[in-house]
């Protein structure tokens, strides 16, 4: 990158151009006092970098050639309730799982808000502020819980990241009623595509199929709609599967799924409520099998130890 005389460059936007970019591609002929300043900054490995919201896990998380193993899905855990509730992370660098839902206060618009599996909550941007003041390096995946709390939920995130508290990849999922999934009681395919275009755009689409619909797996019909739902975005997408219906499918689900993009991705979750991980080995040793670098893993940490134990043996 080179610098005319008349360019407004400063180092905070040449540090950023570093942090999302492969550093050992891009040379900077900049002048000084910019150039030292910059340096001098980069070098210090105490700074927090600053990452483009609907950027890649890679650098953030994910380093270039690791595979999608390597990150670690966690949830947080809220203590206390309403305006005085924190969030307690473990010690370790992850993607932040925020189940999100609605409520509506005494007073005023409802709010969205992080609702944990042990029944206590926190307010999104409450919760968003906490982190963006922790540490470690997070990345957000926003999980719209209820139809009604997407907006809310984008508009919390496009606020905090025009003032600056929001510098880590964000991700913005839900599962989706659309064509032969149509299912009752879900945001639309379309709502969350225009929802995410008219509000806070610089995410990644992280969609997935109601679980009504996978009895027979993840058949081809449901595949089409969803990559036909998907086709033209320019925000990167995150397929979202679950493991025992992904076991039940003809080969070639995560093959095709990734070839819809090379920014596209796939995220295999599964629960200790829908079976033991021996139940959903195979498929998850298949999915890493099709591309390491692009299958991402939701699953309890003991479930994530057991398949990087057998990663191990393969």
Known sequence: MWQSASDPVSVDDLLYIRDNTATHQVYYDIFEPFLSQFKQLAMNTSRKPSYYTGGSLIPALQHPGDEGLSVEWLVPDIQGNGSTATVQLPDREGMILLDVGLQKPAAGDPVPIVRTPDGHALMLESCLQQLATHPRRWGIHVHIAEPTALRPSLATLATLSALGHLSTPVWVGATVSHGSFMVPGYVTGRELLTAVAEVFPHVTVAPGWPEEVL???????????????????????????????????????????????????VTVEHSPGRGLYASVRAALLAARAVKKTRVYYRLPQSYRQDLLADVGTH
């Open 215 to 265: 009895g027979s797996g993840y058949t081809e019909q449901l595949l089409t709609d969803m990559l036909e739902l998907c086709q033209g975005l320019w925000q990167p997408v995150s397929f979202q599967l679950q493991a025992g219906p992904l076991g039940q499918s003809p080969a070639g689900v995560v093959a095709r799924l990734l070839e819809a993009s090379p920014r596209a991705t």
